[in-house]
T-cell receptor, first 112, second 113 residues
Framework: QKEVEQDPGPLSVPEGAIVSLNCTYS??????FMWYRQYSRKGPELLMY????GNKEDGRFTAQVDKSSKYISLFIRDSQPSDSATYLC????????????FGTGTKLQVIP | ETGVTQSPTHLIKTRGQQVTLRCSSQ?????VSWYQQALGQGPQFIFQ???????GRGNFPPRFSGLQFPNYSSELNVNALELDDSALYLC????????????FGPGTRLTVT
């Protein structure tokens, strides 16, 4: 069983839709939770991070962490064609060196 | 742009050969991590260097090695290349004291034939 599970998609939505992306994990030591966006032929770009449980909002993006269920989510409101990319969840324990464990990524396509 | 550059962009090697990939970080980024990303997969942690010393390693064999230099540049060396080493190799640097903000380069795509 992988430490981090993520539905690879692809996920296709119409422009303006609300997108929900999710990951589950098994390692209860994970404390930092991140979402990265990766365009084709580019390196991952950090979108959001949260520490421990709770919600965080940044513009059209909202990240949620439920540590009791070992479940994290990223919501994208008013999705745009420019949001079309692969979204990677990532997480790491606190302290020590910064080994980050990534999900496989969900490919999102926003159709105009 | 993240300010992290990698070279070369693409590379084709033959099984059994050796390869060196390079990464240049921003000034003040004293931690660099290397990742392997196979097609359709998320990045897999190879190792991390802090102040020119390896301080963490993922499940990769010793033929994967690295160096970090005082000028914020680093190298990933892979010996005895295997077909399964074909992947996108990413380096990510972190500002001193940063806990989560890893800035990724665009990657080097390695093809082993």
């Amino acid at each position: 069983q992988k430490e981090v599970e993520q539905d690879p998609g692809p996920l296709s939505v119409p422009e303006g839709a609300i997108v929900s992306l999710n990951c589950t994990y098994s390692n209860s030591a994970f404390q930092y939770f991140m979402w990265y966006r990766q365009y084709s032929r580019k390196g991952p770009e950090l979108l959001m991070y949260t520490y421990s449980s709770g919600n965080k909002e940044d513009g059209r993006f909202t990240a949620q962490v439920d540590k009791s269920s070992k479940y994290i989510s990223l919501f994208i409101r008013d999705s745009q064609p420019s949001d079309s990319a692969t979204y990677l969840c990532a997480m790491r324990p606190s302290g020590g060196y910064q080994k980050v464990t990534f999900g496989t990524g969900t490919k999102l396509q926003v159709i105009p | 742009e993240t300010g992290v550059t990698q070279s070369p962009t693409h590379l084709i090697k033959t099984r059994g050969q050796q390869v060196t990939l390079r990464c240049s970080s921003q000034s003040g980024h004293n931690t660099v991590s290397w990742y392997q990303q196979a097609l359709g997969q998320g990045p897999q942690f190879i190792f991390q260097y802090y102040r020119e010393e390896e301080n963490g390693r993922g499940n990769f064999p010793p033929r994967f090695s690295g160096l970090q230099f005082p000028n914020y540049s680093s190298e990933l060396n892979v010996n005895a290349l295997e077909l399964d080493d074909s992947a996108l190799y990413l380096c990510a640097s972190t500002l001193a004291g940063g806990a989560y903000e890893q800035y990724f380069g665009p990657g080097t795509r390695l093809t082993v034939t």
